[in-house]
């Protein structure tokens, strides 16, 4: 899937809660850093997610500004940190019920996702929907 939308030409941001080594190591092992634009990981932020710090950060890192939120998409699959923060924003959201390691039933109106995804292979096809 990351692969594919940055084939496609999108720009990839990783917004993500965790240590850098792990992320590091992820990419390493998948080959995948090449995709990433941007980056704002929670160890070297000193917030975490929902925080729109993390969030702004990958924003400035690609040139982006209040503007361009309405063409911004975040894929997650934790609705109070990732869902909840890119509704806060304004972003697109996506919930990745492909990855089922949190709750995936919204708690209140700030978690609805603008989509579900039920698999990996459909978020290139969600993302061109959105952003077209």
């Known amino acids: ?3 594919t939308l940055h084939r496609a ?3 990839i941001a990783l917004v993500a809660d965790g240590l ?11 080959g995948l ?10 160890e070297s932020m000193g917030a975490e997610k929902p925080d729109p710090a993390m969030f702004r950060c990958t924003m400035e890192q690609m040139g982006l500004s209040d503007e361009d939120k309405g063409r911004i998409v975040m894929n997650g699959n934790n609705l109070e940190r990732d869902i909840r923060g890119a509704n806060a924003m304004g972003f697109y959201s996506i ?6 390691r949190y709750r995936m ?6 978690e609805e996702p ?13 993302v061109a929907e959105m952003c077209s």
């Open 95 to 100: 919930l990745a019920a492909y990855s089922p």
């Open 9 to 11: 030409g999108y720009r």
């Open 33 to 42: 850093e090449y995709c990433f634009e941007a980056r704002a990981i929670s």
């Open 20 to 30: 850098e080594a792990s992320f590091r190591n992820i990419f390493r092992q998948h």
């Open 114 to 126: 603008e989509y579900v995804a039920k698999d990996p292979g459909q978020i290139p096809e969600l």
């Open 1 to 3: 899937m990351v692969r």
């Open 105 to 110: 039933v919204p708690e209140c109106p700030e």
